[in-house]
T-cell receptor, first 107, second 114 residues
């Protein structure tokens, strides 16, 4: 069965510090993974997808099939990065989300 | 461009009452989804639709029904509300076209069942 695990409910860092939000998945097929973000009083929105291998707002994520991980990283956190982050797995027509990690970037 | 619109935004029900949540999208998307968001549990898929006239169960379908009579609308019904259905409900849609993995979300409906 497919599952997405985000082990940290809350991650607090200081501005300028590196950030890593962890995501592990369980899926027997070829995974398609995403990071979604929900800023305060805004809609949930796509941050990045693994197939694009892009950097959005300074964030990157690499799919590691050996470790079944898709961790989200940013070298220098900014206060505006404070938000709820969800890792998601696409399996056929369905999207499975993790429980989310709240990132709090302190000044 | 409205995108995905959910109505109502807030609702309080008594146990046993029924209600329908409406999701409307103006992007001509084929796929539509209903999720519930609960603290510590993230988003869980209730039901989804791959096109007009089709629906399918997700992870937590019990106690809910859905209909997709028109391509732009996806309705979520609670026939007999229970306190366990207190949650924030999100609708999402996406295109079936190539590269259409991006979900577009509504702003959510906060439902309380007393």
């Amino acid at each position: 069965a497919q599952r997405v695990t985000q082990p940290e409910k809350l991650l607090s860092v200081f501005k300028g510090a590196p950030v890593e939000l962890k995501c592990n998945y369980s899926y027997s097929g070829s995974p398609e993974l995403f990071w979604y973000v929900q800023y305060s009083r805004q809609r949930l929105q796509l941050l990045l997808r693994h197939i694009s291998r892009e950097s959005i707002k300074g964030f990157t994520a690499d799919l590691n099939k050996g470790e079944t991980s898709f961790h989200l990283k940013k070298p220098f956190a900014q206060e505006e990065d404070s938000a709820m982050y969800y890792c998601a797995l696409k399996a056929f027509n369905k999207f499975y989300f993790g429980s989310g990690t709240k990132l709090n970037v302190k000044p | 461009n409205a995108g995905v619109t959910q109505t109502p935004k807030f609702r309080v029900l008594k146990t046993g009452q029924s209600m329908t949540l409406l999701c409307a999208q103006d992007m001509n998307h084929e796929y539509m989804y209903w999720y519930r968001q609960d603290p510590g549990m993230g988003l869980r898929l209730i039901h989804y639709s791959v096109g007009e006239g089709t629906t399918a169960k997700g992870e937590v379908p019990d106690g809910y029904n859905v209909s997709r009579l028109k391509k732009q609308n996806f309705l979520l019904g609670l026939e007999s509300a229970a306190p366990s259905q207190t949650s924030v409900y999100f609708c999402a849609s996406r295109t079936a076209a190539g590269g259409g993995e991006k979900l577009f979300f509504g702003s959510g409906t906060q439902l309380s069942v007393l």
